[in-house]
């Protein structure tokens, strides 16, 4: 395959290059280094069919130029964070919803019919039904970024009735992994290396979240693209269990041997358009044959090591 990978150098997008890569595909990567780093692509560079494009998703001229000769798709270039939608409304707009359907019109341009996205489980705002199904009756938003996707999922899906495209779409629990640098690992480890006593938390400690390990969320996003032949194909990306947040608490801290104290802001949501409760039904992807790897527990483990190892990750961009 000839794939076009847009978020190429962010902590999920580098390693689908990685994997495509070692599978022999020829990849253009595209990213405008807005939280992306070079760093994270020092192995693909080394590799003569990987080829960068440094480039805006905003500049519809570029990426139409860039997106040649390519027969796939995989975009996963957006504003990740969650938390601070309400801080800049037309971020998540801009970056989710019209650099998607930029991504849409370049491919429609360069006759490329396959694309594989990177939506989210926000996009169930507070589900009344848990573990929540790919099903679940159409979804009340809670967040401008769960907002943003899935109006994304929405232009997708219309572009497969109208213009003959294929689609996967991934809604993804919070990834874990080596590179992660954004989301509740690296807040915590990041204030514990400030100040090993104390350490501030979000809402009450209570929130039950799930994780999903990046290799693992890789896997089966491969998978569901060679066993699953909709035209639209959507997924819900998870383990098949949660922990609270005083649960990651307690691993991480035990990990690395402290007893901080606890502040609580208090109340269910750490934010506005947290969800207190995420747990996504899996079982449409694990009967194609997929099963992850790791549990949360080793997830939550394996990328503090990683942020030991590799503190330059959480230096703010
Ligand atoms: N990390 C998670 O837990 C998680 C959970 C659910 C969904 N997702 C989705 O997965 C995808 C990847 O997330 P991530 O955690 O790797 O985020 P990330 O911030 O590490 O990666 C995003 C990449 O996109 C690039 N980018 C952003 N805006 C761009 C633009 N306008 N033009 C070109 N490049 C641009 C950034 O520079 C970065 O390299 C995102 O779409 C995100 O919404 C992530």
Redesign the pocket.
Known sequence: MHVFV??C?????SHVVDRLLAEGHTVVG???????RAEFLAEARACDRFHLVS????DAATLKGAMGGVDHVFH?????DVRFGIEHPWKDLE?NTI?TFNVLEAMRANAVRKVAF?S?GSIYGEPEIVPTPETAPFPVQTSLYGAS?LAGEGLIAAYCEGFGFQSWIFR?V??LGERYG??HVADFYRQLLANPGELRVLGDGHQRKSYLYVHDCIDAMLTAIQRSTENVNIFNLGTNEFCEVNDSIRWMTAHLGLRPTLQYSGGPRGWIGDSPFIFLDCSKMTKLGWQPTLTIQEAIIRTLEFLQANRWVLDKR
Do not use: V
């Open positions: 847009t978020g150098a962010g902590f999920i997008g595209y990213d405008n280094f807005s939280t992306g480039g805006d998703l905003l996963l270039a957006a504003n990740a970056q650099a990177a989210t996707k993804f919070s990834i954004h989301g």
